[in-house]
């Protein structure tokens, strides 16, 4: 019996096509910017049985070009049928990979474009020009409301496989209606001149590349240690089920640990809802670049195929992502989903001084599930981990190629680092938002904020040495909007009031914040009204169906106030119910020279630690690693 939240076949993405088509849902003109699994309720789900009886069912987006307008649809694949079809006024829905390329393809053939690209820097080969699409936003231009634009920004290759991003074209930036396919302006300012320079990072255009590198192999004889049944996964005692679609990329669902012979819930859904790049220049060429990448670009969309670029090691299985393009036209990204087990170094260990002859010594190993996302020039790795002591990681890796602007000789701009003559790169931010819908032994949940603080100095207090943890439960939304805090050390811990541990206290994961960052822009900048997200890194909610996005449905061109700050003003009750963990994490990104031409993975993230859940190291029982020979100058 397959998981209800097995993400659609190729062959079910397909169907939903095909049932909108027949129920003349689907004009000509329209694309279809989604179609992914409407996922069954979570009571369903967790009841574990009746799984059979459940219909499959899909979402989609839908965006007709010749009347600007939005569609959501809902159907029951297995019967064929679409059961809800609605208008969504004045929104954009994400662009498609289609537009992209379309976009481009625009902006090449357009002799305005071609003209200024020939004035400004005797540009006469457009097939070395590279348009990258890059959203629109808003910035209060009452004509732009309500059209479908992109503000693409352009480079130039000096041959057909030079790294174009070493030669950005200052000073042009084209503007696309992307309902009529066609540039309907090229804003042209103070002309710069193209660097002198190139830098380039593929193997056959890097000399001299260094030749002490030994092999280093994985092998595992026996194949992996984790069993997949379609998507569903399960990993000695974990056992989950990897989601993916168009909008989100990779997503994680109920995700459960084996304990005492039974399998005990601990998330429900795990997913990256949406991120935002804020530049810091205030130059025009440069102002308006902000890119939300999920709900603008798509982060399943731009995924990449691991079949020819997977950096894993041992023994890899792949999942395909199955996508449609804006024709609805089956598109399958092979091997987008990447499943590996890695060793993680020394899980527990202890040697017992009286006892020398018996250290006890355990390897940690850990079941990795990634995906990666190229997103025009840059490139974000998603990687969640699950561990033996229960621990559940997320990192984000952050690599591809920095967003440059080029300066005139001797320029030193104020908003950003020169990184090779001519070349510099403005500062930005880099924000993510995490969805954490836990059900901890169960639905009803509670969120406490931890902060540390030191006793108050006095007669309790005598050597001054107290401090002690401070447990407050959320009750309301408003409440619960918090950032971190280092001087209260502040944690995070989802309880369950209603099932209680060994030591008599409520069953419980902490949440670690990792690295993070305050945005710099003023909260009335543009890119903020529309990431109102980035105002707390800590947002909690009572689950509600349709508060997937933390900066809303439609972060396209919005004018903002969507989203988490939008629901959260109703303050609602969450207090012993079905919450969801919203997390905010922000990476400030004040660029290097040895960031170019390619950057070094920058790294991010956070974890989630059992605490109270189990009722002890839930790792005590992994056995020793078979021992084995050992070559002159190993370890242990
Ligand atoms: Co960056």
């Known amino acids: 019996m397959p998981h209800p939240l097995e993400p659609l076949s190729a062959a079910e993405v397909s169907r939903a096509v095909t049932v909108l088509a027949a129920a003349g849902k689907l004009a000509p003109t329209m694309r279809v910017v989604s179609v992914m699994l409407k996922e069954p309720s979570k009571v369903e789900v967790h009841a574990g ?10 979402a989609a987006v839908l965006f007709d070009n010749a009347t600007n307008s939005c569609f959501e649809a809902e159907l029951n694949l297995s019967a064929e ?3 809800a079809f609605r208008h969504v006024p004045g929104v954009q829905p994400t662009m498609t990979i289609d537009e992209q390329v ?9 002799a305005a474009f071609a003209d200024a690209i020939k004035r400004h820097h005797g540009i006469t080969d457009t097939a070395l020009v590279m348009v990258d699409i890059w959203s629109a936003g808003f910035y209060g231009n009452a004509e732009e409301k309500g059209m479908r634009l992109a503000r693409p920004l352009c480079f130039v290759r000096s041959d057909p496989t030079d790294n174009g991003y070493a030669r950005p074209i200052e000073g042009i930036r084209p503007v696309v209606d992307l309902n009529a396919m066609r540039v309907i302006r090229v804003e042209e300012y103070a002309p710069v001149p193209l660097p002198p320079g190139s830098a380039n990072y593929a193997s056959a255009r890097v000399p001299n590349q260094r030749a002490d590198i030994k092999p280093l192999a994985i092998t595992q004889p026996d194949g992996p240690g984790f069993v997949l049944e379609g998507n569903a996964i399960s990993w000695q005692k974990w056992a989950l089920v990897i989601g993916f679609n168009a909008r989100e990329g990779l997503t994680l669902h109920h995700i459960r640990y084996r304990d005492q012979g039974r399998d005990r819930s601990i998330l429900y859904r795990a997913s990256l809802t949406e991120m935002v790049v804020p530049y810091a220049d205030p130059n025009p060429t440069q102002v308006r670049k902000n890119a939300f990448d999920v709900g603008e670009y798509g982060m399943g969309m731009c995924a990449n195929s691991l079949r020819l670029g997977c950096d894993c090691v041992g023994h890899i299985e792949y999942r395909d992502a199955h996508l449609c393009d804006s024709r609805g036209k089956s598109l399958t990204i092979e091997n987008a989903i990447c499943i590996h087990e890695e060793d993680y170094g020394i899980l527990w260990k202890h040697t017992d001084r009286r006892l020398p002859d018996a250290p006890e010594v355990r390897r940690s190993r850990r079941l990795v ?3 990666v996302s190229t997103v025009e020039n840059y490139e974000y790795g998603f ?3 699950f561990y033996q002591d229960g621990n559940i990681g997320f990192e984000i890796k952050l690599t591809g190629i920095l967003s440059l602007g080029a300066v005139n000789p001797g320029e030193k701009p104020p908003f950003g680092s020169i990184i090779a003559p001519q070349v510099y790169a403005p500062n930005h931010q ?4 995490v969805r954490l819908d836990f059900d901890l032994d169960g639905i009803a949940n509670t969120v406490q904020q931890l902060d540390v603080t030191a006793d108050p100095v006095g007669p309790d207090n005598p050597f001054e040495n107290a401090f002690r943890a401070k447990a407050t439960a959320l009750e309301t939304e408003k409440q619960a909007r918090a950032h971190l805090n280092l001087e209260t050390g502040r944690a995070w811990k989802v309880v369950n009031p209603a099932v209680k541990n060994a030591v008599g206290e409520p069953v419980g994961y902490k949440f670690f914040p990792g690295d993070n960052a305050f945005p710099f822009a003023s909260p009335n900048a543009w890119w903020r009204k529309r990431a109102g997200f980035v105002n707390h890194h800590v947002w909690v909610t009572p689950f509600a169906e349709g508060e997937k996005y933390a900066a809303g449905d439609y972060p396209n061109q919005s004018t903002g106030g969507d989203g988490l700050i939008k629901w959260t003003e109703a303050d609602r009750a969450i207090a012993d119910t079905d919450v969801v963990f919203w997390y905010t994490f922000g990476h400030t990104h004040i660029p290097r020279p040895e960031d170019y031409p390619v950057m070094p993975t920058a790294y991010i993230g956070f974890l989630l630690k059992p605490n109270g859940f189990f009722d002890l190291n839930p790792a005590n029982d992994v056995p020793p690693s078979e021992p084995k020979a050992k070559p002159a100058g190993c370890c242990h």
Request: glycine share 4%.
């Open 81 to 83: 049928a679409v059961t």
């Open 49 to 58: 049985t009746g799984w059979e009886a459940l219909p499959r069912e899909a």
């Open 102 to 110: 379309e976009c481009e393809r625009a902006v090449l053939n357009d």
């Open 383 to 385: 990687f969640w981990y």
């Open 369 to 371: 599930i990634s995906s």
């Open 430 to 433: 880099h924000f993510f938002n």
